[in-house]
């Protein structure tokens, strides 16, 4: 059955369908011998899949891996970096590293911290990052000042942002401090820097920012101790099912 080669790629275990698509567009891929392009269906019965002259298929698939890490200050959300800079792969030990199709579920940014998702389940990344998605993040973001309640409702309420309001969002003071407040912010979306630049819109920069749970998967559970920066833990069996039900919705448009 034909699907698009970008899929099958994720499905396969190899790269997240947006590396797929790097691959795809940086002429690693071919298919029967013959350079592939964007948006290609292929028959994986029939068509013989090549990436830097590697013949791949599903039987080299590797088991699924969901973790959850606690991103450490400074590292970067990718698989790899061109500036050198540490990466969330390279906090893993060397038997992830290669071979596993182990890649982040999302970012966060460098100077944030926090809960990220790991996983080679391609489909899984793809529902979890599809701009229709909308699972509920929290983050706990400390900022410059004591924002006044008609700031906090504004937030709630959403910003605009390039011309594009922002959706409501869950936003309440947890501690104010001498010269900083302290915040809890639920999105349920997840624009490049959103909360970072809203902060700083509204005349209160962040000054640290780290998430504490992606929908109910948090960095402490009462069954485990809570995760240390650069530390990982394998998903257990309700949390990827609660994933997996996140996504139902997506793939039923795709």
């Not at 970067?76 to 792969?89: A, E, K, L, M």
């Not at 038997?95 to 944030?112: A, M």
């Not at 309420?157 to 915040?183: C, N």
Request: net charge positive.
């Amino acid at each position: 059955m034909e699907a698009r080669l970008q899929k099958i790629i994720a499905q396969w275990g190899i790269a997240s369908r947006r590396e797929a698509e790097e691959m795809i567009q940086q002429s690693r891929v071919r298919i029967n011998g013959i350079l592939a392009h964007l948006g290609q269906k292929v028959d994986p019965q029939r068509d013989i899949i090549s990436i830097d002259g590697k013949t791949v298929s599903e039987k080299q698939r590797p088991a699924l891996i969901y973790l959850l890490l606690y991103k450490p200050l400074g590292v970067v959300s990718t698989c790899y970096d061109p500036q050198g800079r540490p990466t969330v792969i390279s906090l893993l030990p060397p038997e992830l590293q290669t071979g596993s199709g182990i890649h982040p579920v999302g970012r966060l940014d460098v100077d944030s911290t926090g809960a990220l998702i790991l996983t080679n389940d391609g489909d899984l990344t793809f529902g979890l990052t599809h701009p229709s998605h909308s699972i509920a993040k929290t983050y706990h973001v400390l900022v410059k000042g004591h924002p006044p309640g008609a700031i906090i409702k504004m937030w709630q309420q959403g910003v605009i942002l390039e011309a594009r309001k922002t959706r409501p969002a869950k936003v309440s003071v947890i501690k104010r401090f001498a010269d900083t407040s302290r915040l809890e912010i639920i999105l349920q979306e997840g624009r490049n820097r959103q909360i970072r630049r809203i902060a700083e819109k509204l005349g209160y920069p962040v000054v640290e920012l780290h998430r504490t749970a992606i929908g109910s998967i948090q960095l402490q559970t009462p069954k485990a101790p809570l995760l240390q920066p650069g530390n990982y833990r394998y998903l257990t069996k309700d949390e990827i099912v609660f994933l997996k039900d996140q996504i139902k919705s997506v793939h039923k448009k795709n």
